[in-house]
């Protein structure tokens, strides 16, 4: 099994969205652009062939289309598919990059298959939550390292001032020996 498998009305509405974005928006044919549409994030929905030989050319897709949180779904043959996209030629899989007028479909499609992604970032989305809650905790541990990062700058100026204080000392020296000089002529 590669991709969601869905009912054969689900399958002719696939269909229908990829005829209807193939007009009006932007479509990705083959495995390779598939891949990159959703490497990017930029795919809305991938349809993938039951027939690809071997399933391995496009095992890698439905694990990408779930990390991104797009619908990936499995119809008919390549053949139907390519003839969807506007091809002559079978196609393993496509990608709507733009949906154009077929957003109401596509959003019909997300919302009868129901992405395992949403499920998966609505998880985050309440760990992010929790991790909100055990910030001001975090922030109260955090706050005297960072009252040791301020002593640690307040000592570094010193150990500025200590090599500086030599080289003063040094110059004030050379002055004094001119100063001598001149003192001892006049005698």
Same mark, same amino acid.
Do not use: Y
């Given at each position: 099994?590669?991709? +969601?498998? +869905?009912?054969?009305?689900?399958?002719? /509405?696939?269909?229908?969205?990829?005829?209807? %974005?193939?007009?009006?928006? =932007?479509?990705?044919?083959?495995?390779?652009?598939?891949?990159?549409?959703?490497?990017?994030?930029?795919? =809305?929905?991938?349809? +993938?062939?039951?027939?690809? /030989? !071997?399933?391995?050319?496009?095992?890698?897709?439905?694990?990408? $289309?779930?990390?991104?949180?797009?619908?990936?779904?499995?119809?008919?043959?390549?053949?139907?598919?390519?003839?969807?996209?506007?091809?002559?030629?079978?196609?393993?899989?496509?990608?709507? *990059?733009? #949906?154009?007028? %077929?957003?109401?479909?596509?959003?019909?499609?997300? *919302?009868?298959?129901?992405? !395992?992604?949403?499920?998966?970032?609505?998880?985050? @989305?309440?760990?992010?939550?929790? @991790?909100?809650? #055990? $910030? !001001? =905790?975090?922030?109260?541990? *955090?706050?005297?390292?960072?009252?040791?990062?301020?002593?640690?700058?307040?000592?570094?100026?010193?150990?500025? $001032?200590?090599?500086?204080?030599?080289?003063? *000392?040094?110059? /004030?020296?050379?002055?004094?020996?001119?100063?001598?000089?001149? %003192?001892? =002529?006049?005698?």
């Amino acid at each position: 099994m590669v991709g +969601i498998q +869905i009912s054969k009305e689900l399958i002719e /509405e696939t269909f229908k969205a990829i005829e209807t %974005a193939r007009s009006t928006g =932007k479509l990705r044919k083959g495995c390779n652009e598939a891949t990159k549409a959703l490497e990017r994030g930029v795919a =809305k929905l991938v349809a +993938i062939a039951k027939d690809v /030989e !071997p399933k391995e050319v496009v095992l890698h897709l439905p694990v990408l $289309a779930q990390e991104k949180g797009i619908v990936c779904v499995e119809v008919g043959t390549k053949e139907e598919l390519g003839a969807a996209a506007g091809i002559q030629v079978g196609t393993t899989c496509v990608a709507i *990059e733009k #949906e154009g007028e %077929a957003k109401k479909i596509i959003n019909r499609l997300v *919302e009868q298959v129901g992405a !395992p992604a949403k499920k998966e970032e609505k998880k985050e @989305e309440e760990k992010k939550e929790e @991790e909100k809650k #055990e $910030a !001001p =905790k975090e922030a109260k541990k *955090e706050a005297p390292k960072k009252e040791g990062k301020k002593q640690e700058k307040k000592e570094a100026p010193k150990k500025e $001032a200590k090599k500086e204080a030599p080289k003063e *000392e040094k110059k /004030e020296k050379p002055a004094e020996k001119p100063a001598e000089k001149p %003192a001892e =002529k006049k005698e």
